[in-house]
């Protein structure tokens, strides 16, 4: 019996299964170890057929399916044979939830971690995946479905053990498509020697991936479509362009830039090892722009770079256009007070002054390094991520469509203070909410509500909108 091929995802991201340093074909390990229901445990080679001493075929086609009792050797072991089931089932699954484990915890290991210190999912006491078509549909395009396909899956006892799942679909499967799923998308080894040689040559991405297919005999034998083989060729540039080092490119690329125009500012941290911690810049053009706009700014780090996950930080403002410009730019190893205090004060050496008033989001390290660097500069948070927030904290209520209606009036139609705090107040009374989330934004409502904010130069912003529109714009 032939098996389909598979190529498992990253243990964490399991929507990147193309790798974009090597883009090599990843193969299952051998020797996979799973215990039946009954206690049996029955030795698996992943990449062929092997039975069970009764006669029951473990690893075919359509592999068993998650039970609950299956016990693993880990977390992996455990994710690498429910993306199996679903590669062969035909439907994609991800990480709903999942829980490092306290020894790693006490390592500094997290989700947010870099190098040795990324959490993956071996590391895990707990692990839930849900198939990718569940949860609620926001807009009519969407596929996604409801569908209430889970595997919930719990370190104990030495074992990680299946410990419930559902597994009644509510939407039609598609094993024949697997393979171009984003979760399976992948390109070999060899093919993609063959796409950087023509690269090489001068081909076109085009062209490239009209090569592959040909040589393939169509669309039905390939794993990887245009976007995968335009983003493997651009991987390879960055690291062909990098090869001394990123650190050291990034620091003989500000050099050069400097040598260009001496107006050019950057700066870069190290740790005690001389890896790049930060990176701070801004050219002649957004220093002479900051003289004329830079006022107010909005400074957000929603976006993080996909290789190394360093937090993408660019200071925004509005023109007398009305259009976004950028004054500067940071990359950041965390999002610490330390780190945000280095920020701030590299743009007080950049720019020789600080903004009259700031943007951002409710995060309470950029609050205080502002206080510290920025003493006494207005600080605003933003408004579309506090309604957010509403959402995300009462949401759940069953009138929630009565408060969110009351809170935007509030929000919107009360420009004077005292009619904002008694249209709030009258919010938390009639529905008992002078507790939780409503509270905490009343304590701080002079950081976000617009009836405290009149009478201030805001340059029409109320939100960090700007600075996500331009975070969408570099990573496009």
């Known amino acids: 019996m032939t098996s389909l091929p598979f190529v498992p995802p990253p243990p964490r991201h399991i929507h990147r299964s193309l790798e974009r340093d090597r883009h090599i074909l990843?193969?299952?390990?051998?020797?996979?170890?799973?215990?039946?229901?009954?206690?049996?445990?029955?030795?698996?080679?992943?990449?062929?057929?092997?039975?069970?001493?009764?006669g029951t075929v473990v690893n075919f086609t359509t592999p068993n399916p998650p039970k609950e009792g299956m016990r693993f050797d880990s977390g992996f072991e455990f994710s690498e044979f429910c993306h199996r089931y679903a590669y062969n089932e035909g439907f994609e699954m991800f990480v709903s939830s999942d829980e490092i484990k306290k020894e790693y915890k006490d390592k500094g290991v997290s989700k947010k971690g870099i190098g040795e210190l990324e959490a993956k999912a071996h590391m895990m006491q707990r692990i839930r995946l849900k198939c990718k078509k569940g949860g609620v549909k926001k807009s009519e395009g969407s596929n996604v479905t409801g569908c209430k396909v889970f595997v919930y899956g719990s370190f104990k006892n030495g074992e990680f053990i299946v410990v419930n799942c559902h597994l009644v679909h509510n939407h039609p499967l598609s094993p024949e498509c697997s393979r171009m799923m984003v979760n399976y998308r992948s390109i070999d080894e060899a093919t993609f020697d063959r796409i950087m040689i023509n690269e090489r040559g001068g081909v076109s991405v085009s062209r490239n991936?009209?090569?592959?297919?040909?040589?393939?005999?169509?669309?039905?034998?390939?794993?990887?479509?245009?976007?995968?083989?335009?983003?493997?060729?651009?991987?390879?540039?960055?690291?062909?362009?990098?090869?001394?080092?990123?650190?050291?490119?990034?620091?003989?690329?500000?050099?050069?830039?400097?040598?260009?125009?001496?107006?050019?500012?950057?700066?870069?941290?190290?740790?005690?090892?001389?890896i790049l911690k930060n990176a701070f810049w801004?050219?002649?053009?957004?220093?002479?722009?900051?003289?004329?706009?830079?006022?107010?700014?909005?400074?957000?780090?929603t976006f993080s770079s996909n290789r190394y996950r360093m937090p993408f930080a660019p200071f925004v403002g509005v023109n007398h256009h009305g259009k976004s410009v950028v004054f500067a730019a940071a990359l950041?190893?965390?999002?610490?007070?330390?780190?945000?205090?280095?920020?701030?004060?590299?743009?007080?050496?950049?720019?020789?002054?600080?903004?009259?008033?700031?943007?951002?989001?409710?995060?309470?390290?950029?609050?205080?390094a502002i206080s510290l660097v920025f003493p006494g500069v207005p600080h605003r948070l933003c408004l579309w991520h506090m309604l957010q927030n509403a959402s995300r904290n009462l949401g759940k209520l069953a009138e929630?469509?009565?408060?969110?209606?009351?809170?935007?009036?509030?929000?919107?139609?009360?420009?004077?203070?005292?009619?904002?705090?008694?249209?709030?107040?009258?919010?938390?009374?009639?529905?008992?909410?002078?507790?939780?989330?409503?509270?905490?934004?009343?304590d701080n409502r002079q950081q976000w509500a617009p009836a405290y904010n009149r009478g201030r130069f805001w340059a029409g912003m109320s939100s960090t909108q700007r600075s996500e529109g331009m975070n969408r714009y570099f990573k496009t």
């Open 400 to 442: 929630w469509k009565s408060i969110d209606t009351l809170i935007r009036t509030a929000v919107h139609d009360m420009l004077d203070p005292e009619e904002f705090d008694e249209a709030w107040c009258l919010v938390m009374d009639t529905y008992n909410q002078r507790k939780g989330w409503m509270l905490d934004a009343y």
């Open 209 to 274: 991936f009209g090569t592959q297919l040909i040589e393939k005999g169509g669309f039905d034998n390939i794993t990887f479509n245009k976007r995968d083989v335009r983003n493997a060729i651009a991987v390879e540039r960055r690291k062909t362009m990098f090869e001394e080092g990123d650190a050291a490119s990034l620091e003989k690329y500000f050099k050069s830039q400097r040598e260009l125009n001496s107006d050019f500012y950057s700066s870069i941290q190290r740790d005690e090892d001389g």
């Open 332 to 368: 950041i190893s965390h999002e610490d007070t330390e780190t945000f205090v280095w920020v701030f004060e590299e743009w007080l050496k950049c720019m020789g002054k600080p903004p009259k008033g700031i943007l951002t989001d409710q995060d309470k390290a950029i609050g205080k």
């Open 282 to 301: 801004s050219d002649a053009r957004s220093r002479g722009t900051c003289k004329y706009f830079g006022d107010v700014i909005s400074f957000d780090t």
């Open 26 to 54: 990843r193969q299952l390990p051998g020797g996979g170890r799973i215990s039946l229901p009954r206690g049996e445990i029955v030795s698996i080679d992943l990449n062929g057929e092997p039975e069970a001493d009764d």
